[in-house]
């Protein structure tokens, strides 16, 4: 809390943190883990889960450091137009989180539900309670929190209160396992243990699927529920939540960053497909809302882990980099093959983008005035009548007018 630090990230994205920071934080806590853990450990009710347990913490006085929970309030003004800054990058990437960025101000999302941590106990393994299991002092957390709350409301373990966002930042918890949960026949886990299957494994299964980690893994977790119901078409109410959501999440673990953020430590997102599973949610427009919000609030680099799906890593890394490129670059550098290659597809099908981006009301001719705005080059704007009848991409990116969910 102070006077920006010297980074790369835009300073009026600063100051909005640093506001975010100093006005909207509900609560900051501080645990010592190891004294957290004994005094409140876990509470496990599924026997594969108590397992892992005793190899990831065989004895609980080798924990070590502390972690700091912080939870804030909904951002409810947003930028009202994007502001130049250093190049936003975002990464492809197959599979899943592995946790290696060692940057003290990369995050990894937690998929989470309004109740933080909230089903870590039975046997379901997906990835919120895959995280709690790697890392078992948030385990302890949330039952820490839960014990707290009834006296100090503030601290509740929530990411949604009266059904606004209260995203969650959680800095210094220990990885101390890796699970494999993908399929592996030589090894002897033909379907894999994720989801449902985690509680039918063999003790073996799990022996095979766990890396023990020495010395463990330090990360920095953002929780933010993503929003459920996946059938019909989503409701502009349900995109600009979608919105919100994402934007108030990220300021917020900027916010928590804001301390040790530099040239030499960027500003990371790691995140993958947020409430695409159980909760029905479109991939790739939950993909493109998530690059805009990261590009919206200082987000330096996203790195967009895909699992297994091949055909949308290869569509997102023709896709996602040039979309990248047109919000990075100052127009006079911009390309007219760049925008033609990409634009052309938002236009087609996700032209309500950009009225996200200028964050007004849908109308068909505010959508063209953004698009020539956006446009515009030492020529000057590119009809919109061209960009439409332009699709160099895979048809893939063909989406209709009223996205269906998945």
Not at 170 to 177: F, K, L, N, S, Y
Not at 210 to 234: D, H, M
Not at 286 to 304: F, T
């Amino acid at each position: 809390e102070g006077s920006p630090p010297p980074c790369n990230v835009h300073p009026h994205q600063l100051e909005a943190s640093l506001t975010h920071l100093t006005s909207s934080r509900l609560c900051l806590e501080t645990f010592e883990s190891c004294e957290m853990m004994k005094t409140h450990p876990p509470r496990w009710k599924n026997g594969n889960k108590k397992f892992l347990y005793s190899l990831a913490v065989p004895d609980v006085s080798s924990v070590s450091g502390s972690l700091t929970y912080a939870r804030y309030q909904e951002v409810r003004s947003l930028p009202k137009k994007l502001l130049p800054t250093s190049p936003f990058e975002i990464e492809i990437v197959p599979g899943v989180f592995n946790y290696d960025d060692k940057s003290p101000n990369a995050w990894h999302m937690n998929f989470a539900d309004r109740f933080l941590f909230g089903y870590y106990q039975a046997g379901l393994f997906a990835q919120d309670e895959m995280q709690v299991t790697e890392m078992p002092a948030l385990a302890s957390l949330r039952e820490t929190l839960l014990k707290i709350s009834r006296t100090k409301p503030e601290l509740s373990p929530i990411t949604v209160q009266n059904d606004r966002p209260t995203p969650v930042t959680i800095q210094g918890v220990e990885r101390r396992i890796a699970v494999d949960t993908a399929p592996n026949i030589s090894a002897g886990r033909p379907r894999g243990i994720y989801g449902s299957l985690f509680a039918q494994a063999s003790k073996d299964m799990l022996l095979s699927a766990t890396r023990v980690l020495s010395p463990p893994q330090t990360v920095n977790i953002l929780a933010i529920e993503a929003p459920k119901g996946g059938r019909g078409i989503y409701s502009w109410g349900e995109i600009n939540r979608i919105i919100s959501i994402l934007y108030s999440g990220y300021i917020s673990a900027l916010a928590s960053s804001h301390p040790s953020l530099s040239h030499q430590d960027p500003f990371v997102i790691h995140t993958g497909h947020w409430g695409c599973g159980a909760f029905g949610g479109n991939k790739c427009l939950i993909a493109i809302l998530q690059m805009i919000c990261g590009r919206l609030s200082g987000v330096e680099k996203m790195v967009y882990h895909c699992v297994d799906d091949v055909v949308i890593v290869e569509v997102f890394s023709h896709f996602v980099l040039s979309f990248s490129d047109i919000l990075s670059t100052p127009s006079r550098e911009r390309s007219r093959s760049v925008f033609l290659s990409c634009l052309s597809h938002i236009v087609r099908g996700f032209h309500y983008l950009f009225y996200v981006l200028e964050l007004s009301t849908p109308h068909p001719q505010k959508a063209k005035g953004v698009v020539d705005e956006l446009l515009q080059n030492e020529d000057g704007p590119i009809p919109l009548s061209t960009i439409v009848k332009k699709s160099p991409l895979p048809s893939i990116l063909l989406f209709p007018s009223s996205i269906l969910r998945l």
